[in-house]
Structure formats: C-alpha cells, structure tokens
C-alpha cells in the first residue's frame, strides 16, 4: 500500500499536539501533507516489537494501543497506555532500536509515517519539531509520576490516579466529557500497567463502587466523585502540560 | 520439607477472607485466600495473599486449587534452596 496525504488521519495528530501546545496554520498544513499508510489491526495485535528497527513511525488514529515490555514466564508490565492522536513510537526517529514493544489492545487503525518524512519535517518546521521534543517530554514526565505511583501510592490511590490521568488526556482530544469516557482496558491489563494483579484490581473497583466514586461497565467509566479521586491520588495536572482552552 | 496448612479468616479489607495459612517446617511461608464469587471467573481461586522470603515474589500467582498451590510454594523454597 502506497503512502499518501491523510487529512483525517493527520487531524488526529494535529488534534493532539494543539492539546500541548500553539500550531501555525503553516505548521498544520504541513502535518497535513505528511504521507502515510493506513492500516486496520485487530485487538492485542503487535504494532513493533521489542528489538525491531522500524522505519517508519505510527500514529493512533482510532483504538487504543499499550507499551510493553515482556519478561521471562509472561511476565508482562504495561509501560503507557495511547489512544488516538498519540505516537507510541516516536523515539524511534532517533532511537533506532525498540527497547520495548507496543501493541494495539483494542481493533486499531493506525497512520504508518515514514521516518524520512517526518525527518524532512522536522528539518523544514523548526517549530513542529519543537513540539514533538516537547510531547517526549511530557511522556517522560508521565512516566516519572507513573514512577511515584508504583513506588508509593496504595493500590486504591494508584488505581485512582490513573483513571484521573486516562480521562484529562481522553478529553484534551475530545473523547471525553461530562466525566465520561472509555476505558476497554481489561483487569489483567490495569494490573500488568499498575505492578498490581488482578486481584488487587478487581477488590479496588469493588471498592471505588462501593463508596460511588466510580461506575465501570462495557468499557465506560464514569467518574461520579471528581474531586474526592482527585483528593485520594493527590493528583496534580500539572505533568501533563496540557494547553488550556475553551471548552467547546 | 513439610508443609501444614492451617485456615485462618485474613483481614484482606475485601469479601476474600478464608484463608489458609501454609507452614514450612514449622516457619510460615505464605497466607492463602480464597477468592469470593466477587472474581467471576477467579472465584474459589486459591490467591497467594502474602509469601515470605523466597515466597514472595511480585507476581501474585493464582491457584486452582490448594494442591497446586502448595506445589508452587514448594518449588519456590526448593530453588531457593
């Protein structure tokens, strides 16, 4: 399949990186004019595998995908969770070898963009390329607090933390609102992402239900008590450097 | 090695609190916890709640039954050995 502009694919990206910072019209059009591959994958399908060289960079378009990295005796530890407008992969521009994998965890469609594009890119859009420095960054930065939580938040907190993170990220990107948003992550998945099992899940959710703080069915969370989640994970938006804006 | 099971009810905070605490010549080695139906497909499950010394590993491994559990446990303070 050959590669070829994308404007719905691309106002996905574009989408997510107005989400952290201010874009030129001119930087938009050349986002736009990238040329991609499309592919549709299914559920739990790998996208690039740890020790791949890969030599293009995907984009979530639609779906969710996970870093991860596997151990001896499938012992597996989710490293980040993405969901449309990210790109797992990005490092790999300049990292040329996969130190992990990332794999999609729901039906995906994703935008393959060839490194020598986005090379080109960057080289011509000082700015563009400022801003994906600056998405590294923040992905850095959400691991130093994913970091705090697996060292020193219980698991009610940690739990509590991350639905927190997963909804101001869904909704910064316009997937979420009214304290609504998917989730079609399964307990063995928040488990192998929070250093938790699924036990301790399973009783965390048992227990967020208990005290309404959350409703958890068909792949929706809605989150009835905001400020009290807020208040147990000591969460702290600041990480995520999102760009206010008017809800619109 | 023998290992001597005792039930013990563990105040896990959840509906999962028949346990069984398991000893290992003597010296406890890990508390087991039955799985309520709250777990679906878990539920009746044998969860290793708490493990000592080489019984505690980070991956919390759920067992059918407590055969298989106490064969985990063996095998893991045999290699320790």
């Known amino acids: ?248 | 090695m023998t290992l001597r099971l005792q039930p013990v009810r563990v105040a896990t905070d959840s509906y999962d609190i028949d346990g069984q605490l398991v000893f290992a010549d003597g010296f406890p080695a890990a508390v087991l916890v039955k799985l309520s139906a709250y777990h679906e497909d878990m539920a009746g499950m044998w969860f290793l709640e708490a493990g000592f010394g080489w019984v505690d590993t980070p991956n919390r491994p759920t067992f059918a039954d407590l055969d298989t559990a106490q064969a985990w446990i063996e095998q893991q303070l045999a290699d320790a050995a």
């Not at chain 1, 992990?100 to 935008?111: D, E, N, Y």
């Not at chain 1, 390329?129 to 994913?146: K, S």
């Not at chain 1, 990220?169 to 992550?185: H, M, S």
Request: charged share 25%; glycine share 6%.
């Open chain 1, 1 to 248: 399949m050959s590669s070829a502009p994308d404007h719905h694919a691309m106002n996905w990206l574009i989408r997510k990186l107005e989400s952290i910072a201010r874009l030129s019209d001119k930087d938009r059009q050349a986002i736009e004019s990238l040329p991609v591959r499309i592919h549709k994958l299914d559920a739990r399908q790998d996208i690039v595998r740890d020790g791949d060289k890969p030599s293009h960079c995907c984009l979530i378009i639609d779906g969710w995908a996970c870093r991860y990295k596997l151990l001896s005796q499938g012992k597996r530890q989710i490293l980040s969770f993405h969901i449309p407008g990210d790109i797992p992969d990005l490092q790999s521009l300049h990292i040329h070898t996969m130190d992990h994998s990332l794999g999609t965890m729901t039906k995906a469609t994703v935008a393959f963009i060839p490194h020598e594009n986005l090379r080109d890119l960057t080289a011509r859009h000082p700015g563009i390329a400022a801003i994906l420095w600056r998405d590294t960054l923040i992905d850095a930065g959400i691991f130093r607090e994913w970091l705090v939580s697996m060292g020193r938040r219980s698991a009610f907190e940690h739990v509590a933390h991350l639905f927190c993170e997963l909804y101001l990220k869904l909704q910064a990107v316009g997937l979420a609102g009214n304290y609504r948003c998917p989730l079609p992550v399964t307990q063995a998945d928040l488990a192998d992402a929070l250093g938790l099992t699924p036990v301790h899940i399973n009783r965390v959710l048992q227990e967020m239900r208990g005290k309404t703080l959350i409703t958890l069915r068909s792949s929706t969370l809605v989150i009835e008590a905001w400020n009290e989640l807020l208040r147990v994970s000591e969460f702290d938006p600041t990480y995520l450097h999102l760009e206010k804006r008017a809800t619109g």
